[in-house]
């Protein structure tokens, strides 16, 4: 079945570094790829999402591009802030289910940036 | 909008205990769905419905645990009898039914059942 892959955490930077955490995904047909961020106490907001291959989603000053090629999806962010300091999960909604929402997410990644 | 709420925000309970959480999705929403976190296992789909109906509960663990979705308001996930190994945080969420309409989630009931 489908499957996300996230690189493993935790990633901790310093205020103003750049980021980038790793996300592969397997799946049939065409799926729409999305990044989550989790806050601490919180539930899951969507953060970005692209619906195709070459499609960029941004949002926040965050980026991630669709490359079918790679079966990647990288979030990417040149500057990060403390307040970025969550848990951000890669998902994928499945092809050809009928059902646009239903969606397989990877294991999170938790970011920490420290002054 | 006052987004997807989960009650109660926290749950303990002793083993053995039936234990009950609800979930309001936001309105005119008519996929819902339920989700378990815990750190071994991550984030896991427990159940989803549309339109009130169930649709695929192969996430449920076993047998104590049900859900129901009475209306189009209110959904219930129910554990008889709880244990130990059920405690983590539960989420339900809910999303509309054009394309690729994203997922809201609600901010999760905490269960610890000792």
């Known amino acids: 079945g489908d499957s996300v892959t996230q690189m493993e955490g935790p990633v901790t930077l310093s205020e103003e570094a750049c980021l980038t955490i790793?996300?592969?995904?397997?799946?049939?047909?065409?799926?729409?790829l999305f990044w989550y961020v989790q806050y601490p106490g919180e539930g899951l907001q969507l953060l970005l999402k692209?619906?195709?291959?070459?499609d960029k989603g941004s949002n926040k000053g965050f980026e991630a591009t669709y490359r079918k090629e790679t079966t990647s999806f990288h979030l990417e962010k040149g500057s990060v802030q403390v307040s970025d300091s969550a848990v951000y999960f890669c998902?994928?909604?499945?092809?050809?289910?009928?059902?646009?929402?239903?969606?397989?997410f990877g294991t999170g990644t938790r970011l920490q940036v420290t002054l | 909008d006052a987004g997807v709420i989960q009650s109660p925000r926290h749950e303990v309970t002793e083993m053995g205990q039936e234990v009950t959480l609800r979930c309001k999705p936001i309105?005119?929403?008519?996929?819902l769905f339920w989700y378990r976190q815990t750190m071994m296992r991550g984030l896991e789909l427990l159940i989803y419905?549309?339109?009130?109906?169930?649709?695929?509960d192969s996430g449920m663990p076993e047998d104590r645990f049900s859900a129901k979705m009475p209306n189009a308001s209110f959904s219930t996930l129910k554990i008889q009898p709880s244990e130990p190994r059920d405690s983590a945080v539960y989420f339900c969420?809910?999303?509309?039914?054009?394309?690729?309409?994203?997922?809201?989630f609600g901010n999760g009931t905490r269960l610890t059942v000792t």
């Open positions: 309105s005119g929403h008519d996929y």
């Open positions: 419905f549309n339109n009130n109906v169930p649709i695929d």
């Open positions: 969420a809910s999303s509309a039914s054009y394309g690729n309409s994203p997922l809201h």
């Open positions: 790793n996300c592969t995904y397997t799946a049939t047909g065409y799926p729409s």
């Open positions: 998902a994928l909604s499945e092809a050809n289910t009928g059902t646009a929402s239903k969606l397989t």
């Open positions: 692209a619906t195709k291959a070459d």
